[in-house]
């Protein structure tokens, strides 16, 4: 009978722990909602010289997932770039962004206090960001190419879904 009551007490206690834990980490999750969303749609590169990072490249992908087959709205991103300060200070880029092939049909230079930024998960004083708009991609998959003459090629991966839908690893 001891036993008994000492089993019920035992599982009581570690259920209310569990509870209490579980509550504050869904709370600490839903507080926090919006950044994970973006965090999963941010990606990054960079390009190296020996092994010095001269530069690197953050984008978060803006739209949001649509379940409509025909949406034609361009693709956004908030590209965040940082330079080595001799790059900076030349004030000679030789970079090239493309989507799939299609260069941006826009890019608008953000300052650190544009209310755009306050909702991305990466962000750096370091980095000079821009708004680029490419025109509408019809897949579901793309590449956004990030090119330099001098430090060579990156490619960042994005999906309008969540990325591993189209994985064929198990996990």
Not at 47 to 61: I, P, Q, S
């Amino acid at each position: 009978m001891r036993m008994i009551a000492w089993a019920v007490v035992s599982a009581a206690l570690l259920t209310a722990c569990t509870n209490t834990e579980q509550e504050a980490l869904l709370a600490q999750y839903q507080k926090n909602r919006h950044y994970h969303k973006q965090l999963l749609k941010t990606e990054k590169v960079q390009l190296y010289d020996g092994n010095l990072t001269k530069v690197a490249l953050t984008a978060t992908y803006l739209n949001p997932a649509s379940s409509e087959q025909n949406a034609t709205e361009d693709e956004r991103f908030i590209i965040g770039l940082y330079m080595e300060d001799a790059l900076e200070k030349s004030g000679h880029y030789d970079f090239n962004l493309s989507l799939d092939g299609e260069a941006p049909r826009e890019v608008l230079p953000l300052t650190h206090r544009d209310s755009r930024l306050k909702n991305l998960s990466f962000i750096s004083e370091w980095n000079h960001y821009f708004l680029v708009t490419f025109p509408h991609i019809s897949k579901n998959r793309f590449k956004l190419v990030f090119e330099s003459e001098t430090y060579g090629k990156g490619e960042l991966d994005f999906a309008k879904k969540a990325k591993y839908i189209f994985s064929k690893k198990a996990f």
